[in-house]
C-alpha cells in the first residue's frame, strides 16, 4: 500500500514569506509528500483570513507546488475547529454550545429543562452554555463554510486553490470533552434546543431524562437517544463540510475526539464507525509516544475499506515528548501502518520554536529534534516494509455500542481520563468496554485477518449469501460477537464465531541472528571541539524582566540562545555583540534582560566549546534516567569516558559528540555493532568513509563492502537526546511518554499518572543516558538491513 507522510505545521508567528518558504523546502528534503498549513497560537499578523493573510498564503501554496509538495488547509485558527478563531460567535451567538447538567438546586426558568425523583432525591436538569460551538445546530455548518472555506476559496488565487488538495477538521464532536471542567459531578449529556423534539419525530415517544442520566429499566431509551445524537452529529456538521469538499475536488479529513474505544466514544461522538462513514477521508488522533492500543487505528481502517477508498488518516506522535527517540518513532509508524492507516500527519511541526512552542505538545519534530537527520531514512524504511498490498481480512468483530450505550451513565464521563481515556470506571458499561477490548486483544494477537464494526453499520449495510457477510466492499467468512452487542433486527444468518474460539495462531519469524561475533575492546577518545551547551533557569525579575545566574572556573567565549524575542540583554552589566557571543568571567556571572512574550520565564541557553560539570554526583534511577542535584558550572573541556558523557561533561549538550577509536581487526567484517550504545542516533566512519547510521536497541551497521584485517579508524558521531536540552528537567517522573503543556509547569494534569503529586516538580535534574560502551562486536555475516542503510530491532506489537 501507498503510505503519505504529512507534517503539522503550526504557524505561531507572522507569515514571513521568505522563512515560510524555507521550510517548505526543507520538509520535502526531510522526505514529506505535504504539509497541512495550521494557524496555532496565531499573531494575526497579518489578520487571520485577510486579503494580505491569503495572498501570502497563495504564493507559498504555489512554492509549495513547485517542488511537489501537497498542500492542506487545517480549517481553524487553533482548535477545536468551528470557531473561526472566536470570530463565529460573535456574528452568530446562538451557534453557542450547550449542554444538559444534572443538579441538585432547580436552575433558573431560561435554564430549566426537566426534574424528577429518583432514589429519594429530587433531580434537576438545567441547560449550561460554553465556548465552543453547538454541532448539533446545521446553522453551524453553513456559518462556518461561509466564513472559513468559502473565504478560502474566493481569497485564494485559483492557481493556489486549485493545488490545495484536503481540508482537515480537528475534534468536532458533542461537546462534553471540551467542557470536561465545566460539567457537573452529577452528569451532563449533550443538548441542543431541537433535540426533544427530534426524539418524539423519529421514535413517537418523550425523551425521559431521567432514563438517560441513570441506568435501570431506560436501556433501549439511552440506545436512542446515543444514537440519534449521533445522526444529527453527522447531518448537521460533517455531511455538509464533506460534501462541501466534494463539491469543490477537495478531500474532507477530520478525527472526531474520543476514538479511543466504544465507552469514550459514546458521550462525544456516538459511534465513530457512523462518524466515518461520512468522511471523505476518515482519520484518527492517536498521540504519545507507545502504541495505546488497536481498536481505533482497526476501526477507521476497516471503515476505509468497508465503504471508502481504503485510504485513512493519522495524526501521530504529538506529546511524544522531546525524549522521544527514531526508535519510539519508528516503532509508532510501524504499529499505525500496520493496522492499514495510509495517511500520517506527525504532530507537530513548530514555526518558529518559542518557550510557548517549546512547550506546547512537544516535540517539534524533525525542524528541531536532535535527530532530524535521521527523519528520511525512517520514512523511508517504514514505506518500504509496508509497501505490498495488505492481506484481505476475513474475520469480523463487532463492537457492543448498543450494550455500552444501555449501560452507560453519564456521570462516568467525569471519572474518565479525558484525554484518552486510558482510566474509566469500573462501571456496567466500563466492564463491557474492558470486555471487548480484551476480545479484541485476543484476536490480534491470534494474528487472525480482522476488521470490526457496530450493530447498526451491518443492520444498514450488510447482506448476507451462501454464508458469507458482504459488508460494502469487504466480505466476512466469520462474525465474532462482542458481549452486549445488540442487533434490532434478524441477523440470524450471520456466520458467528463464538468469542472463545480458536483462531489461527500467528508465526513470528524472529530476525536472523548475526554469526561469528568477536568482541573487541577498545578505549573511545572523545573528540574536542564539539560544541556544548548549558540550559540556564532564569527567575523573574521586575515586570518582564528576567535574571539568570551561572558559575564558571575560567574565563570562556560563550554564545546565548534565546528561544524568545529579549531586549536589554546584559551580562555582567554589559550589553553582548550584536551576535550574542561573549566572554564570561570566573566565579558567579549575571545574565539580566527583558521578554515581552510570556509570563513564564523563557528557555535561555549558552553555547561553546566548554565542559558543563556537577558539583552533585549522578545517580541512575530505576527506569534509567540519570539524576543530579545539580550545582552545574563551566569547565575546562576534560576528555573523559565515552561511556557516560552525561556525568563527563554533556549532560545538556544538543550537537553530536564525536567519539574516536583506532583498533586492529583480527577478522574480516561485514558488519559491526556496537555494545550499550546510549543515544539517539549514530553516524558512522570507517577509514573516513560515510557508512551510514544506525539507531535503535540492536546498535548494528552493515558495512559498504566488507572490511580486511588490520587497522582501521572508527569515528562515531552520537547524538544525545533532545530531552536533555528542553526537559521538563524536574518533572518527578523525567521523560514522561506523554507530555502536555502543563508538565512544563509541573501541574499535574490528565497527561501525569493518577497517583501523582499535585506538584509534580522536584529539585533534581534529570536527563537520558548518552554514551558508548567499550565493545564493539564484529561481524562476518549478518541480515542486510531494508534498504541497507542502518539495522534497528523493531518491538512486536
Wanted: aromatic share 12%; hydrophobic share 40%; net charge negative.
Amino acid at each position: 500500500m501507498k503510505l503519505n507522510f504529512y507534517t503539522l505545521w503550526a504557524i505561531n508567528a507572522r507569515l514571513d514569506e521568505r522563512e515560510l518558504c524555507r521550510q517548505l523546502d526543507a520538509m520535502r528534503a526531510g522526505g514529506f509528500d505535504g504539509v497541512v498549513f495550521h494557524p496555532r497560537y496565531y499573531p494575526d499578523e497579518p489578520p487571520y483570513l485577510s486579503d494580505a493573510y491569503l495572498s501570502v498564503l497563495s504564493r507559498i501554496i504555489l512554492h509549495a507546488k513547485s517542488i511537489g509538495l501537497a498542500f492542506w488547509i487545517y480549517d481553524e485558527n487553533g482548535w477545536p475547529s468551528g470557531t473561526v478563531g472566536g470570530e463565529l460567535l460573535k456574528q452568530f451567538p446562538a451557534d453557542a454550545q450547550q449542554w444538559a447538567d444534572l443538579v441538585l438546586e432547580r436552575p433558573a426558568p431560561a435554564d430549566y429543562l426537566g426534574g424528577f425523583e429518583h432514589c429519594g432525591q429530587n433531580w434537576f436538569v438545567g441547560r449550561r452554555r460554553g465556548e465552543g460551538v453547538d454541532y448539533f445546530n446545521p446553522e453551524l455548518a453553513r456559518h462556518f463554510i461561509q466564513m472559513t472555506h468559502e473565504r478560502y476559496r474566493q481569497g485564494l488565487s485559483p492557481a493556489a486553490f486549485a493545488h490545495v488538495s484536503a481540508f482537515f477538521c480537528d475534534e468536532p464532536e458533542f461537546g462534553l470533552g471540551h467542557a470536561y471542567d465545566r460539567l457537573s459531578p452529577h452528569g451532563a449529556i449533550p443538548w441542543t434546543p431541537r433535540l426533544p423534539e427530534l426524539f418524539r419525530a423519529r421514535h413517537g415517544e418523550a425523551l425521559q431524562l431521567s432514563q438517560i442520566f441513570f441506568a435501570g429499566d431506560g436501556g433501549e431509551m439511552r440506545v436512542k437517544f446515543w444514537e440519534l445524537l449521533t445522526d444529527i452529529f453527522n447531518e448537521s456538521f460533517i455531511a455538509p463540510l464533506d460534501e462541501w469538499c466534494r463539491a469543490h475536488g477537495k478531500r474532507f479529513t477530520a478525527h472526531v475526539k474520543g476514538e479511543e474505544h466504544p465507552l469514550f466514544q459514546v458521550p462525544t461522538s456516538g459511534s465513530c464507525h457512523q462518524v466515518f462513514q461520512r468522511m471523505a477521508l476518515p482519520g484518527i488522533d492517536a498521540l504519545e509516544r507507545y502504541p495505546s492500543g488497536d481498536f481505533f487505528p482497526r476501526q477507521v481502517a476497516s471503515v476505509a475499506k468497508q465503504f471508502g477508498s481504503g485510504e485513512c488518516l493519522v495524526e501521530c506522535f504529538g506529546g511524544a515528548g522531546w525524549g522521544a527517540s527514531p526508535e519510539d518513532f519508528e516503532n509508532y509508524l510501524n504499529w499505525l501502518a500496520g493496522h492499514g492507516l495510509t495517511h500520517f500527519v506527525t504532530h507537530l511541526w513548530q514555526y518558529r520554536l518559542t518557550t510557548h512552542a517549546i512547550q506546547d505538545w512537544p516535540p517539534s519534530h524533525p525542524a528541531h529534534v536532535n535527530w532530524r537527520e535521521l527523519y528520511p531514512l525512517i520514512l523511508a524504511r517504514v514505506r518500504e516494509r509496508f509497501s505490498a498490498p495488505p492481506p484481505v481480512a476475513d474475520t469480523l468483530v463487532v463492537a457492543p455500542y448498543r450494550g455500552i450505550m444501555a449501560k452507560f451513565e453519564p456521570r462516568e464521563f467525569l471519572q474518565t481520563n479525558v484525554h484518552n481515556a486510558a482510566t474509566y470506571p469500573d462501571s456496567a458499561a466500563g466492564k463491557l468496554n474492558a470486555a471487548f477490548l480484551q476480545l479484541l486483544e485476543r484476536v490480534h494477537k491470534s494474528g487472525a485477518n480482522y476488521d470490526v464494526s457496530d450493530e447498526r453499520t451491518i443492520e444498514a449495510h450488510g447482506k448476507v449469501k451462501d454464508g458469507i457477510l458482504h459488508l460494502g466492499r469487504c466480505a466476512y467468512r466469520q462474525v465474532v460477537l462482542a458481549s452486549g452487542v445488540k442487533f434490532n433486527a434478524d441477523l440470524t444468518l450471520l456466520p458467528i464465531k463464538p468469542e472463545t474460539g480458536g483462531f489461527a495462531k500467528r508465526v513470528i519469524l524472529s530476525a536472523a541472528e548475526p554469526t561469528d561475533e568477536i568482541a573487541v575492546p577498545v578505549a573511545w577518545e572523545i573528540q574536542p571541539g564539539t560544541i556544548n551547551d548549558f540550559v540556564l533557569e532564569a527567575a523573574p525579575a521586575g515586570r518582564a524582566s528576567f535574571l539568570a545566574r551561572f558559575a564558571a572556573t575560567a574565563a570562556f567565549e560563550a554564545e546565548l540562545y534565546f528561544a524568545d524575542d529579549v531586549r536589554n540583554v546584559e551580562i555582567n552589566g554589559i550589553a553582548p555583540s550584536g551576535d550574542g557571543k561573549f566572554r564570561c568571567a570566573p566565579g558567579w556571572n549575571e545574565i539580566r534582560f527583558i521578554c515581552q512574550e510570556n509570563r513564564v520565564p523563557p528557555f535561555l541557553a549558552l553555547r561553546g566549546s566548554f565542559a558543563v560539570c556537577s558539583k552533585s554526583l549522578f545517580a541512575i534511577r530505576p527506569d534509567g534516567l540519570m539524576t543530579t542535584e545539580g550545582g552545574f558550572a563551566l569547565d575546562k573541556f576534560k576528555p573523559g569516558g565515552a561511556g557516560d558523557l552525561i556525568a563527563s561533561c554533556f549532560p545538556f549538550c544538543r550537537e553530536p559528540v564525536v567519539v574516536r577509536v583506532e583498533i586492529n581487526l583480527p577478522t574480516p567484517a561485514r558488519a559491526l555493532r556496537f555494545v550499550e550504545i546510549q543515544a539517539d542516533g549514530a553516524r558512522v566512519l570507517l577509514d573516513g568513509t560515510d557508512c551510514g547510521w544506525c539507531w535503535g536497541a540492536a546498535g548494528s551497521l552493515k558495512l559498504p563492502k566488507e572490511i580486511s584485517t588490520g587497522r582501521h579508524v572508527i569515528e562515531v558521531q552520537l547524538i544525545p537526546s533532545t530531552f536533555n536540552f528542553f526537559g521538563p528537567h524536574h518533572h518527578v517522573d523525567g521523560d514522561r511518554h506523554i507530555v502536555s503543556p502543563a508538565q512544563f509547569h509541573y501541574t499535574k494534569n490528565f497527561a501525569d499518572r493518577p497517583d501523582a503529586p499535585a506538584d509534580t516538580r522536584v529539585s533534581a535534574w534529570h536527563f537520558k543516558p548518552f554514551g558508548i560502551g567499550a565493545t564493539i562486536l564484529i561481524q562476518k555475516e549478518c541480515e542486510p538491513p531494508k534498504n541497507g542503510i542502518a539495522s534497528v530491532g523493531h518491538r512486536q506489537h
